[in-house]
C-alpha cells in the first residue's frame, strides 16, 4: 500500500486560507465515506488543527491519488484549484511516514515541541477508526506516530520552554497588559488549549478567569479545577464591558465576536482597552474588530515571532528529536515489508516517488 499526504500548513498558507480548508468534527463521517468511496481510498486519516489541514490516504495504486485530494480539497474549500495547489505540499512513502511522525512529536508546529499536538493527532486517528477509516496499515502507522512523539518528549529536552499556542497567547497579554494579577480573562470555549491557556494564566497569577463554552457542564468542570467561574455562551456579549482579555479557541463555524457587539462593548467601557486572542480555525472574530480604537487583536498567525525567540533555544533538541524519529520510521518501513510487502518498505536516503 502507498501511503500518501496532501495538505498545507502554517508555513505555506495564511489562515484566512486555513480556515477555509477545516474540516469540523461533525462533517468527519459524510467526508470520510466519499474519500473511501467515491475517491477510493482504501485507509484515511484526517488532521485538521489550528496551524494544518492534512489527509493521510492509503492506496494500493498511485493511480493521480494526489490530484485526486488536491481537487477534494479545492472543493471543501470552495476555491479554485490553481489558486490552492501552490499552496499545498504532498508526499509519499517514506516522506509522508516522516512527516506525520514530526508532526505528531511537535517539531512542525508553529511552536517547536508544542504539547497540545499529539493529542490532536490521537483525536484525528480516534476519528478515523470511528468512522471504518482505518485498516492493519494505519492503525499501526498512527500508534507508531504517538510512540514516536512520546519518546522525542521523554528523551529530549524539546517540550521546555514556551512549547504552546497558549503559553504564547498569554506571554503575549503579558507583553499589552504587564502584570496580570490585577486583570479578568474571559476564555472561550473549554477544550485543551483552553486548559493549557487556563494553567498558563494561574501559574502567572492573573486575578480572575471567567470560561464561557457551548456545554455549560464541561466549563464548569474546568473552571472547579482552577478556581474560575463559568459562564453559558449566551452571556458573551454581557462580558465583553467586564473583562481586560479574551482569549477564544473554539472550533464554531462562524464569527462569535462582531464589531457592532465589540464597538458596542467599547462604549461601554469608556474606550479602556482590550485584548482579544482569537486561537480558533475558522476564526472566532471578525478580523475587523481589530480596527476599532483600543482594541488589540492578535490570531494565530500573529504570535509568529514570540515563537521565533525560542525557537533557536531548542536546536540540539531538535537535532535529537529528528534522529529518534528517524530510527521509527525505519522501524514502521521494516513492518511494512514484513506484513504487507512493497512499497511501504523504502528508505529514507531513496528519492521520493513521484505522484
Not at 477555509?20 to 477510493?40: N, S
Not at 494505519?138 to 528523551?155: E, Y
Not at 464589531?259 to 482579544?276: F, G, N
Request: proline letters at 4%; a neutral charge; glycine letters at 8%.
Amino acid at each position: 500500500m502507498h501511503i500518501v499526504l496532501v495538505g498545507l500548513n502554517h508555513r505555506t498558507a495564511p489562515i484566512e486560507l486555513r480556515e477555509r480548508l477545516a474540516f469540523r468534527r461533525e462533517q468527519l463521517g459524510d467526508v470520510f465515506t466519499q474519500l473511501r468511496g467515491d475517491l477510493g481510498l482504501r485507509e484515511a486519516t484526517i488532521l485538521s488543527t489550528c496551524n494544518r489541514v492534512e489527509i493521510y490516504a492509503g492506496v494500493p495504486e498511485l493511480n493521480g491519488t494526489v490530484a485526486q485530494l488536491q481537487r477534494f480539497l479545492s472543493e471543501h474549500g470552495r476555491m479554485e484549484l490553481d489558486g490552492l495547489a501552490p499552496r499545498l505540499y504532498s508526499y509519499t512513502e517514506p516522506y509522508s511516514v516522516r512527516h506525520l511522525f514530526s508532526v505528531a512529536s511537535g517539531l512542525d508546529s508553529m511552536v517547536l515541541g508544542e504539547g497540545e499536538i499529539v493529542q490532536q493527532v490521537k483525536y484525528a486517528y480516534e476519528a478515523a477508526k470511528l468512522y471504518g477509516a482505518t485498516g492493519k496499515v494505519f492503525n499501526v502507522l498512527f500508534q507508531k506516530a504517538l510512540n514516536a512523539a512520546k519518546a522525542v518528549r521523554t528523551q529530549t529536552a524539546i517540550g521546555q520552554g514556551c512549547t504552546s499556542v497558549g503559553t504564547v497567547a498569554v506571554e503575549l497579554a503579558e507583553k499589552i497588559f504587564g502584570q496580570l494579577s490585577g486583570a479578568t480573562v474571559l476564555l472561550i470555549g473549554a477544550g485543551k488549549i483552553s486548559e493549557i491557556t487556563l494553567k498558563r494564566l494561574t501559574d502567572r497569577g492573573v486575578g480572575e478567569v471567567r470560561i464561557m463554552n457551548r456545554s455549560l457542564e464541561r466549563a464548569e468542570q474546568l473552571a472547579s479545577v482552577y478556581q474560575g467561574g463559568f459562564l453559558p455562551l449566551t452571556a458573551l456579549t454581557e462580558q465583553l464591558p467586564l473583562v481586560d482579555i479574551v482569549i477564544s479557541s473554539t472550533s464554531a463555524p462562524s464569527y462569535l465576536l462582531q464589531p457592532a457587539e465589540v464597538a458596542a462593548a467599547m462604549r461601554r467601557r469608556h474606550q479602556r482597552s482590550l485584548c482579544i486572542v482569537d486561537l480558533g480555525v475558522p476564526r472566532n472574530v471578525d478580523p475587523s474588530v481589530g480596527t476599532l480604537e483600543n482594541v488589540y487583536l492578535f490570531n494565530v498567525d500573529d504570535l509568529q515571532g514570540l515563537v521565533d525567540r525560542s525557537y533557536a533555544e531548542r536546536q540540539h533538541a531538535l537535532q535529537q528529536s529528528e534522529a529518534i524519529i528517524a530510527k521509527k520510521v525505519e522501524h514502521f518501513l521494516s513492518w511494512c515489508q514484513r506484513e504487507v510487502g512493497a512499497p511501504c518498505a523504502l528508505s529514507l536516503s531513496e528519492p521520493a516517488p513521484a505522484p
